[in-house]
């Protein structure tokens, strides 16, 4: 059993010589847009968020390394700001409004019901990477209350009736 | 340079140009309190503790921040500055465990309990390891109070041990940036940062990956600039403050750093880089493994040599005398193996007696071992044509060292090619010796003894030249030459895949075990913690954590079940190696066989027992011991109450149940630092006719403690039964509650060993008699203990109990 350990340490020694040696350039053409400043960084990370729907390890480790600062610094930028991503999102997503006017209609229930019925929580991916769920602050459609946003088409005056019907419709 | 003076609360101050307004009045000799300043390091303007007001200028600005200019008017601690620091503070310590900073028995405890207690999370100033030199409680001490009483904080979650060396607390972080902006300052591109925000937002590497994983090289500076203690040294923290900090050089590895080592009572309690200039970082080995190293267990200390078949301690002029023999002897087939990372005496002597005696002399690498040997060396040590070797560090194998006739080993640590030794020789290393070595650029570096050597340990450059002398050998004409160091070298201060492994031939992952987290490899042969978890016979059913600290074990123990006692306890060891430590029995089920205690993480014996988690086996359950509380004492529809603090809350559990059956109507007083660690309400309520909670913080109940409950309604009782810390019995005794002639009982849990009134260890004095805790107690009469001598007889083994914390913490165990 030792030497399992002993060969575990080496493996892990060479996996992290290999993590550090792998250098993709996926990100290279947006990130060539922008002067290497680091002013830009936010800017680049949006059009990489834009093209994945997400910024992965590769994407922060490569814009670090073409900004010239390193991974936690850039990690420590783009953590900062709600509108970034870590994990891939679902194929469809849903948005549920969290307004006032939401907020009294029930949007509450809504939440609840929807990730009782996907088994997450707000913020989350169902596992089988299907659906992702968030809140929003405002729609800014209150007359529709509770309102809620799949895939960028607005449901108004949702019912859980109605919630089922279109839970059913997304594959 | 330009100097010109501002006023700073009506002091004129002398400053020039660049300083900050902060600069110019410490410069003055007047403080104005700061955290996240700091001296090497940009401006920051995070803490804000240090703003102050400036005529003309709107607001009030960071004196960190806000340069000094000529003929400014400051202004550090009007009434409105002071509320605004206090508020500050208040909004910092919400999310920081503070309860001990505001607890009205404060300036009692620090005399009471000198050392903090060793407990794995730090919940309070009084479990943190940081607590000796505190910079963030020298700072807001005396500025806390709870004004607005915002809810206390505490995240069991972000206490994090996933990486080696450093045990994160991100609970006590009050994100002052000196981390990441001093990693920043030396290594350019900074490992770490402030990830998230708001609430969420700690120091840490990109995606919150452990740091091994990632760019942090393991020099430390972050641990030791932090204020707080957020970012420890897992094995150095609890030693506290160092006697001294010495300049010396490392010679774990041919880069030969200069590193500043801590001492503390003559030994080494850890190292830091000299200063924070990337030139002067150290590796991981340097900063942590270091003072692993040098304090290692297996360490050797007595001379021997052998007479007949035995190896037999021996005098230093045995020793040299033998050695001169064996050389002598030797007829031409001798070996000599010195490590060309030894000093230059060492080496310079062994080169002489080579010659000499005509041996084969090899200077293999620090990180070398016998595979390294020149392949003839290898093929006459396998054939046995060797009469005579002297062997410096873990050079040979077992097998081989069986072949030579006359084998001599110098080591410091102990190796299995020792057995077959005639001669063994400990060794002082590292900063218990002097000696010279080559700098990077080839100058001759001189490294001073700054610890002295115990035992027999001594150089062996002393050994050897003592040796040169009585054979009439010059050594001085085989000094090595100062080399540079090689183009290839890889420092591992810039690469940690460059850590060499080796010491010496000592695989030094076997010496300082989190070295395996940055893929150094254990010795092949190294057993590592299987001893650990010896297979003992009773079993763990659940062990639940009720607050951090807390945890009630349910253990499968059948005969202890079947005659457990109200008030009676056990004695538990976790694995045959463990120390036996006495636990109060909470809770029984004679018929399922199972019994409950409620373990508290105070040292290395309750942290290796609450590590346990389902399914493991104790190694003794020994028990039930002591005389359980007498219930006749408590009559029908008498009124009783119970104080419990710590481990007590759960200890007076039993004792209410048996006396809410009995007819007593029974009150519960506990108290806890703060509302996060209050555990039992709801059993305790199932007895007690009435809770009365305390919390020292005052977060939740009444602020203080049991002794306020107790000076409150002590005199509407006729019985009281007090659990506890010493200090909280003290407190509760102080108060003489009931007067004369009444029950007022406390259970003492003094050192113990057996638990049955033979070794005498838990002697304790009540009311000028000695009497064991274990048999004639726990419970005696509260206010005719001597709780001075109590407390001084547990701490009675303080050091060693520091000493073995390290050798636990992380679930292995240090050679």
């Known amino acids: 059993m030792h030497g399992n350990v002993y060969l575990k340490a080496i493996f892990k020694r060479n996996a992290l010589e290999k993590l550090n040696m792998s250098e993709s350039k996926n990100y290279r053409d947006i990130l060539e847009k922008y002067e290497a400043k680091r002013e830009y960084l936010v800017s680049a990370f949006q059009d990489i968020q834009e093209k994945d729907g997400y910024l992965s390890e590769n994407a922060v480790k490569e814009s670090a390394d073409y900004f010239g600062i390193s991974k936690a610094d850039a990690y420590s930028v783009v953590s900062f700001y709600a509108q970034f991503k870590f994990r891939r999102p679902g194929k469809h997503i849903i948005r549920v409004c969290k307004g006032t006017a939401c907020h009294v209609r029930g949007s509450g229930t809504l939440l609840a019901a929807l990730e009782e019925r996907l088994g997450i929580k707000e913020g989350e991916t169902t596992p089988d990477g299907l659906i992702s769920l968030e809140r929003v602050a405002c729609l800014g459609a209150c007359a529709l209350a509770p309102a809620m946003v799949v895939d960028g088409k607005v449901h108004a005056r949702m019912t859980l009736a109605q919630l089922d019907k279109i839970l059913k419709g997304l594959q | 340079m330009e100097t010109f003076t501002l006023n700073i609360d009506g002091v004129v101050v002398e400053a020039t140009q660049g300083m900050t307004v902060l600069q110019a009045a410490k410069k003055a000799g007047l403080f104005i309190p700061s955290l996240c300043a700091h001296d090497e390091l940009d401006p920051y303007g995070a803490c804000r503790l240090c703003v102050v007001e400036i005529d003309g200028v709107r607001g009030t600005p960071t004196s960190c921040t806000t340069p000094a200019a000529p003929g400014m008017v400051v202004r550090t601690n009007t009434e409105q500055r002071q509320l605004q620091r206090r508020r500050t503070i208040e909004l910092m310590m919400s999310g920081h465990p503070s309860p001990c900073l505001v607890c009205d028995s404060r300036q009692d405890c620090a005399i009471e309990k000198a050392q903090p207690t060793r407990a794995t999370s730090a919940t309070r100033c009084g479990a943190c390891s940081n607590r000796p030199g505190c910079e963030l409680r020298g700072a807001v001490l005396g500025n806390y109070e709870r004004d607005i009483g915002l809810p206390m904080i505490y995240d069991p979650a972000k206490v994090e041990r996933n990486d080696p060396f450093i045990d994160k607390d991100h609970n006590l972080c009050v994100l002052c940036g000196r981390c990441f902006r001093v990693c920043e300052k030396i290594h350019d591109k900074p490992a770490i940062a402030i990830a998230n925000r708001g609430k969420k937002a700690k120091i840490s590497s990109e995606f919150e990956k452990a740091w091994s994983a990632e760019e942090c090289l393991f020099c430390g500076a972050c641990v030791e600039e932090c204020p707080t203690g957020c970012l420890t040294d897992r094995w150095g923290k609890w030693f506290g403050l160092p006697d001294k900090v010495v300049e010396s050089v490392c010679a774990l590895c041919p880069k030969h750093c200069k590193i500043s080592l801590k001492i503390k009572d003559g030994f080494v309690i850890g190292a830091k880089s000299v200063s924070l200039k990337k030139s002067d970082s150290l590796c991981a080995l340097g900063k942590f493994a270091y003072a692993q190293l040098i304090n290692a267990r297996s360490r050797l200390t007595r001379a021997y040599v052998r007479r007949g078949k035995e190896q037999i301690p021996a005098s230093k002029q045995e020793l040299i005398e033998r050695l001169a023999e064996i050389f002598k002897s030797a007829d031409s087939k001798a070996l000599i193996i010195v490590s060309n990372g030894a000093y230059f005496e060492a080496r310079a002597a062994a080169r002489a007696l080579a010659e000499s005696f005509k041996a084969d002399m090899v200077e293999p690498g620090l990180d070398a071992g016998e595979e390294s040997l020149p392949p003839e060396v290898l093929g006459k040590l396998s054939r046995g044509e060797y009469k005579a070797a002297l062997v410096f560090g873990n050079y040979i194998s077992g097998e081989n060292a069986s072949k030579i006739d006359r084998l001599v080993i110098a080591d410091f640590l102990k190796t299995d090619a020792q057995k077959y030794a005639e001669v063994i020789i400990p060794t002082a290393i590292l900063a218990e010796s002097a000696g010279t070595l080559s700098g990077e650029n080839g100058e001759e570096k001189l490294c001073s003894s700054i610890i002295s050597a115990s035992g027999d340990r001594r150089g062996l450059s002393e050994t050897l030249s003592e040796l040169c002398q009585i054979l009439g050998l010059d050594t001085s004409k085989y000094r090595p030459a100062s080399e540079k160091l090689d183009a290839a070298f890889r420092s591992p201060a810039a690469d940690k895949s460059a850590i060499p492994a080796r010491f010496m031939g000592h695989y030094l992952a076997d010496y300082a075990p989190d070295l395996a987290q940055l893929g150094l490899p254990f010795s092949p042969n190294e057993l590592g913690n299987a001893g650990d978890k010896d297979a003992g016979s009773y079993e763990i059913i659940e062990n639940k954590t009720l607050v951090p600290n807390f ?265």
């Open chain 2, 551 to 815: 945890h009630e074990l349910k253990v499968r123990a059948p005969e202890v079940a079947k005659f457990a006692k109200p008030g009676q306890f056990a004695i538990l060891m976790a694995n045959s190696r463990s120390e036996r430590s006495p636990f109060t029995i909470i809770d029984w089920n004679a018929d399922e066989g199972w019994v409950k205690f409620i373990i508290e993480e105070v040292g290395r014996s309750s942290a290796e027992i609450a590590s346990l988690s389902k399914g493991d086996k104790l190694w003794v359950v020994s028990g039930p011991l002591g005389t359980p509380v007498n219930l006749e004492l408590f009559a029908e529809g008498s009124k009783v109450l119970l104080a419990g603090g710590c481990y007590g809350i759960g200890a007076i559990y039993p004792i209410a149940r048996a006396l809410k059956e009995r007819g007593v109507k029974v009150t519960a007083a506990i108290e806890a630092s703060s509302a996060y660690m209050l555990y039992y309400r709801d059993e305790l309520s199932k007895y007690a006719d009435n809770l009365i909670i305390r919390t020292r913080d005052g977060s939740l109940g009444k602020k203080g403690g049991n002794l306020d409950t107790v000076a409150e309604i002590a005199s509407e009782y006729d019985a009281l039964i007090a659990v506890g810390c010493v200090f909280m019995m003290k407190q509760v005794a102080s108060k003489t509650p009931l007067g004369e002639g009444k029950v007022q009982l406390c259970a003492l849990n003094p050192i113990m060993v057996d638990g049955t009134g033979m070794c005498g260890a838990c002697r304790v004095s009540v009311a000028g008699e000695t009497k064991f805790a274990c048999v004639d107690g726990p419970f005696f009469d509260l206010c005719k203990v001597d709780f001075v001598e109590l407390g001084k007889r547990r701490t009675a083994y303080k050091l060693l109990e520091i000493e073995a914390m390290p050798r636990h913490i992380g679930g292995k165990c240090h050679r």
